[in-house]
């Protein structure tokens, strides 16, 4: 900087403020100054500024796996986000094994990192504690813990979910099977999706039928299509098949195709997430955009205003995100839109 300064002829507090982006500076001078640094191939040392600072320019994500796609789709949207931002993103994996979730909250790459956000799906409401303990600026993502003491980006799991089975059902479908439900859970994504259908079912006076939801573990596409395949067998009269995820609801399209089931003309399916694969599957596949350009920018915003400003006296936030219900081939047939980028959408408030 003590180079540059000399080669521009202005003071040392000059080319900081040039470089820091300081909007007061006459044109002449901010031009020299531009000009010596491009001569002399000067680069902020972030380090050193960083330290000034007392931080780092990372921030942590942690998520459960990145081979599904919904969250590596997710950690793209983040990284995007933060750059924009001039910050870099440390991503780290759980496996959604509960002791690698708390190792994420205490272990030493927090040292490294300025906030974290964190998407945990092993740990549920009784954690909030372990949230609580932590020390540093982090924002939560999902659906396993409400109410704790950090800002929460969220989704509209169930208003969507009710969305998405209203569609089938405005198609006259009524034998609506659900893949991927989680037995006995009351808390997280399955529990509320599972919610939103039946709140359509009921405002359609369609009886509700436990047989027809169909239990999965983790939320994979040989999953969607082995409990696709049980739903099968039981020979239920099946119309219609909301998967609670894109994977699932792309398992289940094969085990329908490996059954020389017609989709949508015997089988009308729709997915959730909205993940890239849906919109060039065969057919392709109406689905739910969960709004994850929007949950990834407010997740890094709110990050970095907590970073800024870590002794703000200022409650907590919880934001919904908006939600949009994207229509195409496996549940349209034909009449889909010829382009599968968007699909048609309609798009809801959270």
């Known amino acids: ?22 909007p007061y500076i006459r044109p002449t001078t901010r031009e020299k100054v531009e000009t010596a640094i491009a001569e002399l191939g000067y680069h902020v040392n972030v380090s050193a500024r960083n330290l000034r600072r007392g931080r780092t320019g990372l921030i942590g994500l942690a998520v459960p796996e990145l081979s599904l796609p919904y969250f590596a789709e997710l950690a793209d949207s983040v990284i995007r986000a933060a750059e924009e931002r001039g910050v870099t993103v440390l991503i780290e994996q759980t496996g959604a094994v509960r002791e690698r979730e708390l190792e994420v909250l205490t272990g030493q790459r927090r040292q490294f990192t300025d906030g974290l956000i964190y998407s945990p799906l092993a740990l549920g409401p009784d954690d909030v504690g372990e949230l609580a303990a932590v020390g540093y600026p982090m924002v939560l993502l999902g659906e396993r813990i409400f109410g704790g003491p950090a800002d929460h980006v969220t989704m509209s799991n169930v208003e969507a979910a009710r969305a998405a089975t209203q569609h089938l059902l405005d198609l006259g479908r009524r034998r609506i099977a659900v893949v991927g439900a989680h037995a006995g859970e009351t808390v997280g994504s399955a529990a509320l999706r599972l919610q939103g259908y039946r709140e359509a079912l009921e405002a359609n006076g369609v009886p509700f039928d436990p047989a027809l939801v169909g239990e999965a573990g983790l939320w994979h596409r040989a999953t969607g299509a082995e409990t696709m395949t049980r739903l099968l067998d039981a020979d239920l009269g099946i119309d219609a098949v909301f998967g609670l995820n894109d994977a699932l609801a792309l398992g289940a399209l094969h085990a329908l195709h490996a059954r020389r089931v017609d989709v949508p003309g015997d089988v009308a399916v729709i997915g959730f997430d909205d993940i890239e694969e849906t919109a060039y599957s065969s057919p392709t596949l109406s689905t739910v955009h969960p709004g994850r350009e929007q949950i990834a920018t407010t997740a890094v915003d709110l990050l970095l205003a907590r970073i800024a400003e870590p002794a703000a006296d200022r409650p907590f936030q919880q934001v919904v995100a908006d939600f949009s219900v994207v229509l195409r081939e496996s549940t349209l047939g034909d009449g889909a839109p010829v382009d599968p980028t968007p699909g048609e959408r309609t798009t809801h408030a959270g």
């Open 1 to 22: 900087m003590h180079d540059v300064a000399a080669r521009a002829g202005v003071s040392i507090k000059t080319v900081s403020n040039v470089v820091n982006g300081y």
